[in-house]
């Protein structure tokens, strides 16, 4: 499934999908694992379910999404 945020400086969606990959975060990364096209993105990992945020825009505008200050992410 996939969710678009609100918008924080860019467009964002969060794609979730019960799956289990090793060797991925339990926590949303603080910086993006790929930045390119001037697109942001992170992976992590809870439990069965993978998480994959992609932002348009640069690491600060990823960032910005993950302040716990705007509540939980997921």
Do not use: N
Request: proline letters at 9%; glycine letters at 10%; hydrophobic letters at 45%.
């Amino acid at each position: 499934m996939a969710y678009d945020l609100p918008a924080i400086g860019g467009r964002a969606t969060i794609y979730v999908v019960q799956r289990k990959v090793a060797g991925m975060p339990t926590f949303p990364p603080s910086v993006p694992m790929s930045t390119t096209g001037l697109k942001s993105a992170a992976a992590w990992q809870a439990g069965k379910v993978l998480y994959v945020l992609v932002v348009e825009g640069d690491p600060a505008v990823y960032s910005s999404y993950l302040d716990h200050s705007l509540g939980p992410l997921t």
